[in-house]
């Protein structure tokens, strides 16, 4: 039921999103929603994951010594997914909130737009009604003044959506290959730690030998938090590579930025790539012939999106909240405690062997972290 309930909600706020703003801006609205239903179902996700964690860790308690004490440390790894998949939710919040700010500078150009219209409609008008009027050289004086505001702003949303885009994807992808590259390395240290559970079949009645690979397990576990703790991007284990064709491309089309010099102002004559060859542009002295013979169908999504409002603060929420760290939970260090004391009334000669397993656990504030629109 909770599963139906979450979908039934994102899809009431992507279906509601765009119905009072501005028109140029309701798809970008409806995507920045779509973004905010996405990071609710990460943190869900993340959140599961640490009491899966706790759950592992329980089980494994009743079992022999070496299965304790991996299921142990297992869970210490599956915490820790938990808490990265937390940190990659803070870096992809600031993906989200750079997008909303090209939302914004649409809905500011919006009403440069409309202004624009509404001149030249109230012109037409005046025109077929009274072609004489002396209010029709007003109007169109005060045209050539909106068209001017328009281009000035025109321009400063075709420079600002590239600049945003750009920077917003460069945050989502950097966060992306972080996220995955430490999912990797956790990986790869469980891996090694399911190297000390001696799997070797026993007969019945037979005795198998002594666990003794506290300390190494330990020493597992130490490893892997050093190896994310040092993690850096230049140490990626993935390096993308692009093809002769690829590299071509890209620098036919960034040729027009690095030639040009610091402080040089922004031409946009060839800003946009013109459509000829793209099999969408058709001459004028063609379009008889072509829509005869057929063209090529385009899709069009004809999204209802929704203007959301956004507050001052939000820009710089995704910093702080990438900078926020959750108080540490000491479940997991209780339940190796217990282990350790049943162990040690036992007489086994074990020195602090589960005491070692780091306490990834957080006070999960439900009331906190609440992504605000």
């Known amino acids: 039921m909770m599963l139906i309930g979450g979908a039934a909600g994102h899809n009431l706020r992507k279906s509601m999103a765009g119905a009072y703003g501005p028109e140029l801006s309701k798809k970008l609205s409806q995507l920045v929603k779509m973004e905010k239903n996405l990071m609710r179902s990460m943190e869900l996700v993340g959140r599961e994951r640490r009491e899966v964690a706790r759950q592992l860790s329980i089980w494994g308690e009743e079992c022999d010594e070496d299965v ?163 993690w850096v991007e230049s140490k990626a284990a993935v390096k993308p590579r692009l093809s002769v064709r690829g590299s071509r491309q890209r620098r036919t089309h960034g040729r027009g930025t690095r030639s040009r010099s610091a402080g040089e102002p922004v031409s946009l004559t060839d800003q946009d790539r013109p459509m000829r060859g793209s099999g969408v542009w058709v001459p004028a002295d063609e379009h008889e012939r072509h829509r005869t013979q057929g063209a090529p169908a385009l899709d069009r999504a004809d999204d209802d999106d929704q203007y959301e409002d956004i507050t001052d603060d939000e820009v710089d929420r995704g910093h702080r909240r990438g900078s926020q760290r959750h108080e540490h939970d000491h479940e997991h260090g209780h339940d190796a405690d217990r282990r350790q004391s049943s162990r040690n009334r036992n007489s086994k000669n074990i020195d602090g062997a589960n005491g070692d397993a780091r306490s990834h656990g957080r006070e999960e504030e439900e009331g906190g972290a609440t992504l605000q629109d």
């Open 68 to 230: 304790s004490d991996i299921t142990d440390k297992l869970g210490v790894l599956t915490f820790e997914i938990g808490e990265l998949e937390d940190l990659f939710i803070d870096r992809y919040d600031q993906y989200r909130v750079t997008i909303k700010s090209i939302r914004n500078i649409e809905a500011s150009v919006q009403p440069s737009r409309d202004r624009k219209q509404k001149i030249t409609d109230q012109i037409a008008q005046l025109k077929y009604k009274d072609p004489n009027s002396p209010k029709i050289v007003v109007l169109e004086q005060e045209l050539v003044r909106a068209e001017a505001e328009s281009l000035v702003a025109e321009a400063q949303l075709s420079n600002i959506t590239r600049e945003k885009i750009k920077s917003a994807f460069t945050y989502q992808f950097d966060a992306l290959r972080e996220h995955s590259e430490k999912l990797a390395l956790i990986a790869g240290y469980g891996k090694h730690l399911l190297e000390l559970i001696d799997d070797t079949p026993v007969t019945p009645g037979e005795t198998r030998e002594a666990y003794d690979g506290y300390e190494a397990s330990k020493g597992i576990i130490q490893d892997c938090e050093d190896a994310l703790t040092n």
